[in-house]
């Protein structure tokens, strides 16, 4: 393999380790975002509950 060739096929191996990297971190904010959503329906469920129980 020549130096140029060595060289390319490096830099495209961190191209997708990088492109790796965000689709983890991608993958990882969107659980993030499902539990919060999870978390504020629950909360809006308790607090309907609640001023239904008020009436």
């Known amino acids: 393999m ?21 689709a983890e971190s991608l993958a990882l904010q ?9 978390v504020a329906r629950l909360a809006c469920a308790c607090l309907e509950n609640s001023s239904l129980r008020n009436m």
């Open 2 to 22: 020549t130096t140029s060739t060595s060289a390319s096929v490096h830099a495209r191996s961190l191209h997708e380790s990088s492109e790796n990297v965000n």
């Open 30 to 38: 969107a659980c993030d975002d499902i539990d919060n959503l999870q």
